[in-house]
Nanobody
Framework: QVQLVESGGGSVQAGGSLRLSCAPSEVSIRDYCMAWFRRPPGGEREGVATIASDGSTNYADSVKGRFTISRDNAQNILYLQMNSLKPDDTAMYYC????????????????????WGQGTQVTVSL
């Protein structure tokens, strides 16, 4: 059973930065699509960013230019660098992964990930 452990959440003021990490256990992420999702308070889950095994990325319009998803296949870690944070970014953030042919990702509207983390809270205040 693959487990995903997120870390790096916290409370920051608007304009600040955080870096989230996600470390899968018992699987090499090399052939896996990996993604970050978030669920704001009282809101729906939404895709934030995806990264395929070849490093190609996709971002939600709301975070483009501010967030960067990256992966270190050698260290088996997924990251989400979040800059210029806004109160609207307040949410529980989850990493997710699934093995796909060629390690491709199907887009932010794809929620069919086999493995999900427990989430890490990000709170942005004015």
């Amino acid at each position: 059973q693959v487990q995903l452990v997120e870390s790096g959440g916290g409370s920051v003021q608007a304009g600040g930065s955080l870096r989230l990490s996600c470390a899968p256990s018992e699987v090499s992420i090399r052939d896996y699509c990996m993604a970050w999702f978030r669920r704001p308070p009282g809101g729906e889950r939404e895709g934030v960013a995806t990264i395929a095994s070849d490093g190609s990325t996709n971002y939600a319009d709301s975070v483009k230019g501010r967030f960067t998803i990256s992966r270190d296949n050698a260290q088996n870690i997924l990251y989400l660098q979040m800059n210029s944070l806004k109160p609207d970014d307040t949410a529980m953030y989850y990493c997710a992964t699934k093995r796909t042919f060629g390690g491709i990702c199907l887009g932010l509207g794809d929620y069919t990930y086999r493995y999900w983390g427990q989430g890490t809270q990000v709170t942005v205040s004015l």
